[in-house]
């Protein structure tokens, strides 16, 4: 696991026997934060999540200030189309 943020080899002790007794929730979201990681790396996302969102896509539809309804750009990253 060369991108895991915690290397068991690396761990002693009870950090160690705390790392292999996570749940299985834990372990999916130390997955899940993985993939965001990944994903905002591969694509230069500065943010973690974008506008709010917990989903990894990047893709935000700007609003107009004034009537709240999208004016046809869409922000991927730091692209605007």
Same mark, same amino acid.
């Given at each position: 696991?060369?991108?895991?943020?915690?290397?068991? *080899? #690396? =761990?002693?002790?009870?950090? =160690?026997?705390? &790392? /292999?007794? $996570? #749940?299985? &929730?834990?372990? %999916?979201?130390?997955?899940? *934060? =993985? $993939?965001?990681?990944? /994903? +905002?790396?591969?694509?230069?996302?500065? +943010?973690?999540?974008? @506008?709010?969102?917990? %989903?990894?896509?990047?893709? !935000? *539809?700007?609003?107009? %200030?004034?009537? @709240?309804?999208?004016?046809?750009?869409?922000?991927?990253?730091? &692209? !605007?189309?």
């Amino acid at each position: 696991m060369p991108n895991s943020p915690v290397d068991p *080899a #690396s =761990l002693e002790g009870d950090d =160690l026997v705390q &790392w /292999y007794r $996570r #749940s299985p &929730w834990q372990i %999916d979201q130390d997955r899940q *934060a =993985l $993939r965001r990681q990944q /994903y +905002n790396e591969f694509f230069h996302i500065q +943010n973690d999540t974008l @506008g709010g969102s917990d %989903d990894p896509s990047g893709v !935000v *539809a700007s609003q107009d %200030d004034n009537s @709240g309804q999208p004016q046809g750009k869409i922000s991927i990253g730091s &692209w !605007v189309i």
